[in-house]
Structure formats: C-alpha cells, structure tokens
C-alpha cells in the first residue's frame, strides 16, 4: 500500500500562509483519493479537504472554504494543502490520509485509510 509523509508546518502568525505537502510512495499514487484532516489534543479528528483521485473532485469542510485549496500533482506522488488567512482555529496536527477508491468519503471509518504521521501547525494571534 502507500506510505505517507507529510511536510510543511510551522509557526505563523494569523493571516499569514502555509502549504503543506504529502508525499506518498509504494503503490500508485494516482489509484488513490486523498485528504486532509487535523486534530486537536482532547479532541476528535477533523475532515478539513478532500480530492478525488483525478484532481477533478474537492471538497471542503465548511471552517476552511474559500481560505484553504487542494491539490496534487500525481507525476510528482504529491498531495498539496495551500492554507491562506489562518486564523488561532486552525492550530492542529494536520494528517493526511489516502483510500484505494476514486473518490474520498471523509465519514468513512478511519481504518480503511492510509494516514501519514502528521505535521504540526501553529498559528499565533
């Protein structure tokens, strides 16, 4: 199956940018529908974006739309995070996740995705 490795967190203000990224290895990256979550200490992960395995596909949760984009570049095996205007909120762990399917159901139970090991995001006021 893939394996996943996520990169890109950091500490920034609010209102600045990040862009996270995912690198996946193992099977075809392209056979895989994939997303992002993140998770707070104390509290129950959270769907944040999700894309189909075309590209062709996203969806958003609602705390992140029109601020945050998803993408991937399957000739690279790379899932993208641009998160613009952050805010306090959006300080978490961020995971990204991958299932063998087309499209990426987020309510789906969490064992039938691929997770990677998680990037941390900070985001000060």
């Known amino acids: 199956q893939v394996q996943l490795v996520e990169s890109g967190g950091g500490l920034v203000q609010a209102g600045e940018s990040l862009r996270l990224s995912c690198a996946a290895s193992?099977?075809?990256?392209?056979?895989?529908?994939m997303g992002w979550f993140r998770q707070v200490p104390g509290k129950a992960r959270e769907f944040v974006a999700a894309?189909?395995?075309?590209?062709?596909?996203?969806n958003y949760a609602d705390s992140v739309k029109g601020r945050f984009l998803i993408s991937r570049d399957n000739g690279k095996n790379t899932l993208y995070l641009q998160m613009n205007s952050l805010k306090p909120d959006d300080t978490a762990v961020y995971y990204c996740?991958?299932?063998?399917?087309?499209?990426?159901?987020?309510?789906?139970?969490?064992?039938?995705?691929?997770w990677g090991q998680g990037t941390q995001v900070t985001v000060s006021s």
């Open positions: 996740a991958a299932s063998f399917t087309s499209q990426f159901f987020p309510s789906s139970s969490a064992s039938t995705f691929v």
């Open positions: 193992g099977r075809s990256f392209s056979n895989y529908a």
């Open positions: 894309i189909s395995s075309t590209g062709g596909s996203k």
